[in-house]
């Protein structure tokens, strides 16, 4: 039997989520040492009594997820709103590393999903959709490819495997980012580097220029998202890129950037980064409780031993990435474990899974703004545009049959 759940009651839900993971973290010494995301422990809890219920009783709740897509797209409109062109042009020369490295990781988790599949006797196709198909390409990517594994290629279930693989590495991407960080930062007992005004977090300004948040500058935070939102749309709808699909996320992160800075070098109007700062936190959260609350876990009990067996060894070939690649890349700094958190949710899961890892890291360790601005263009942008042409690459080997 189904219930199915109104948008209102849905957004209750989420909030709920929120609360529970914010009060268990706040009890459980392990969550808070580790900076597990709110979202990630409530959800995941709910996730797990709502598979109880539906086993136990035959009953499924089936949320209404009409706020999901505006919520992330207000999300990516605020970083890009935090965006400072000052920030941009120092993140050159590491924007380059961190996508090598992460070029690096989509190659060997097709690698490794392959080699495996092969050794288990599995359909190499296997070895894909365990591989960067869904873990870095996420539901969507995996959907696709999935469905044409099965039309092409005769291959069963191949759009059941990609979703269930996508939602173990969702769950991955939010469990192991926030110790992997911690682990980085007591290792080496590193610091996040002494506040400046270039050293911000995303969407703030200096102190002493903050506007108080009032009726007035929620109103005007609100006419900015909504028209980064709006143009963002409209250019999703409009422009075509040859080869290339942007989702519209990525287009209102692009306009949040264009326009922050058009407005900062002209000095027409001065961003209210806390009204920004607190829009794109509710936002995310409330997304990604939503996306958690939602799994459908009983399709993991259903994969077999031998896709499991890709799936944790996709997980520490991802943890040794980014400790012994990533993060000795990007410096081996403060900034470096941060990102290696944001890695470890983008390589697994998706971009906001990978905002969430920070900001749980930063929340307790302090501010990382270079990670924030290289790891949104990175997870939302530039390695969909790579992972599609990875695993192109693959499939032109003779296994594949493409």
Known sequence: MAIEIPLPLTVVFAILVLLVGRWLIGRIDFLARYSIPDPVVGGLIVAVVLTLVRVGTGTELSFDMGLQSPLLLIFFSTVG???????????????????????????LQNVVGVAIALGLDLNPLMGILGGSATLAGGHGTGAAYGQVFGEVNGLQGAVEVAMACATFGLILGGVLGGPVAQWLIRRHHLQPEAQSVASLGPGEVPKDERRALSPESLIETILILMLCLGVGALLAERLT??????????????????????????????????????????????????????????????????????????ALLTVLLVVFLTFRVMGRNYDAAVIAAGQCGFQLGATPTAIANMQAVTSRHGLSPMAFLLVPIIGAFLIDICNALVIQGFLALPWFGF
């Open 81 to 107: 709103l935090g965006a400072d062109v000052r920030t941009l042009t120092q993140g050159g020369r590491k924007l380059l590393l961190l996508l090598a490295a992460v070029v690096v990781a989509l190659v």
């Open 241 to 314: 890129i040859p080869g290339i699909t942007l989702p519209t996320f990525v287009w209102c992160l692009l306009v949040g950037i264009i326009l922050r800075n058009a407005l900062s070098l002209s000095g027409l109007y001065r961003i209210d980064g806390p009204t920004i700062e607190l829009m794109g936190t509710v936002s995310l959260s409330l997304f990604l409780a939503m996306a958690l609350m939602s799994l459908r876990l009983w399709e993991l009990v259903n994969l077999a031993l031998p896709i499991l067996i890709i799936l944790v060894a996709q």
